[in-house]
DNA sequence: GCTTGACCTGGAGTGCACTCCAGGTTGTTG
DNA sequence: CAACAACCTGGAGTGCACTCCAGGTCAAGC
């Protein structure tokens, strides 16, 4: 079976990325091995749609561009690198922890900072 | 009693920006009513110091520097935009939360994906 | 009295992650 | 067969939030 090859299109849909999105990725080397079409057309296949996938949830996290790129050509060079590659993943987990914390005292702030508000339309202070 | 005022370098240090931001975020009208030492030199008040640290929750959870203008223009048109401005913190606070529900489901992904890469370890498939 | 360092102003420059464009090919549709 | 949409490439442009710079003032220390 052919397994359903995407189009650009297809796919920009389905992972919530642009068009051109998708291909700068894969100018900047974080996405490789794509195949084409007889017209020279991409077509993306189910591995594809998995990792850009995975690459979006480590940008939309903050990973950035040139972090990804060394992830990637790590993967590259194969299976000895294997521990550096989940080095990375832990080392990144622990940043996006870290901003979860952040997070959480943020919205700790908003709600006081909400609170205030309320209070003060209650006894109307000058 | 002259109540602690601090230098710029004082602020940047305490709040965790570059005297430059702080700068920019004045020009910028994200701060106001700034006092001056008789030197000309800018000397911050603990109002001061409590509003950058907002300031700084809000930017850091993804409040654009526009809207903190319009937030802070409502902040000075007076009393009357209370309710516009409390609408814009529980805006933002429904962001936010939604920015963490996000991180959430990545952190699962990437906890999912540090598990593939610690089984293949284990059983060593090609 | 001269250097040093923190500050001032207005304006220019930077880095990142896209995003858009020109100019061209292909393939379907009325 | 004309027009339209979706795709291709290489390269240029954009927006945001800073960040840096030139040229100058002022106070304290050597």
């Known amino acids: 079976m052919t397994t359903e090859l995407l189009t650009p299109a297809e796919m920009a849909d389905l992972v919530g990325v642009s068009v051109d999105t998708l291909r700068y ?16 057309h991409r077509r993306y296949d189910a591995d594809d749609v998995a990792w850009i996938r995975v690459l979006r949830c480590l940008r939309d996290t903050g990973m950035t561009i040139d972090q990804l790129r060394h992830y990637c050509d790590l993967g590259e060079q194969g ?8 080095a990375m993943l832990r080392d990144h987990r622990a940043k996006v922890e870290a901003r979860r914390a952040e997070i959480d005292r ?17 006894g109307d202070a000058p």
């Open 25 to 40: 990725y894969e100018r900047e080397r974080l996405i490789s091995g794509v195949g084409r079409a007889d017209n020279g």
């Open 79 to 86: 299976v000895t690198t294997k521990p550096e590659r989940l």
């Open 106 to 122: 943020a919205l700790e702030l908003i709600d006081h900072k909400i609170d205030i508000y309320l209070n003060e339309a209650a």
